[in-house]
T-cell receptor, first 113, second 112 residues
């Protein structure tokens, strides 16, 4: 069975400190993985995607994620948090060529001044 | 500017009423999707369409219906059969089924 687990429902960091949002996946196939961000009452915006090319994926706004097959993980990181990074983050697994997506439960990132 | 437009932003429904949520895209995308989001949960797929005049049920299609008569439009009807319709509804599109999805800003549906 294919699934996505976000290990933290809520992460709080201080502005200027590193961000780590954790995601594990389960897939029978070579996975396509995404991270999306959602600000309150808004749609989702694509941060980055992994599609079996480089294992370290760079995205927008200084975010990056590393695909680790041995650990079935796809954690999202950013060296220095900004107040505008406060939002909900979703780790997403694509199930096949139909584009059907499996969403994690989401991680709320709080950034304190 | 290309994008996905969902309307209205807020919608209220009386018991027993059907309501239709609009989703329009000018990205020339083939595939379109409807998701439901409940508080503290990820998104769940309601219906999706990979081509005009064709659509498939997602994981939670009961109580919903869709049509895809035009490439640009994928309206969702929440019928009276949907017993718990209060949620945030998101529409998305992608160039093809295996490309990243682009999302609209959502419609929040509430029951009066």
């Amino acid at each position: 069975a294919q699934s996505v687990t976000q290990l933290d429902s809520h992460v709080s960091v201080s502005e200027g400190t590193p961000v780590l949002l954790r995601c594990n996946y389960s897939s029978s196939y070579s996975p396509s993985l995404f991270w999306y961000v959602q600000h309150p009452n808004k749609g989702l915006q694509l941060l980055l995607k992994y599609t079996s090319a480089a294992t370290l994926v760079k995205g927008i706004n200084g975010f990056e994620a590393e695909f680790k097959k041995s650990e079935t993980s796809f954690h999202l990181t950013k060296p220095s948090a900004h107040m505008s990074d406060a939002a909900e983050y979703f780790c997403v697994l694509e199930t096949g060529n139909t584009g059907k997506l499996i969403f994690g439960q989401g991680t709320t990132l709080q950034v304190k001044p | 500017d290309g994008g996905i437009t969902q309307s209205p932003k807020y919608l209220f429904r009386k018991e027993g009423q059907n309501v239709t949520l609009s989703c329009e895209q000018n990205l020339n995308h083939d595939a379109m999707y409807w998701y439901r989001q409940d508080p503290g949960q990820g998104l769940r797929l309601i219906y999706y369409s990979q081509i005009v005049n064709d659509f498939q049920k997602g994981d939670i299609a009961e109580g919903y219906s869709v049509s895809r008569e035009k490439k640009e439009s994928f309206p969702l009807t929440v019928t009276s059969a949907q017993k718990n319709p209060t949620a945030f509804y998101l529409c998305a599109s992608s160039l093809q089924g295996n490309q990243p999805q682009h999302f609209g800003d959502g419609t929040r549906l509430s029951i009066l």
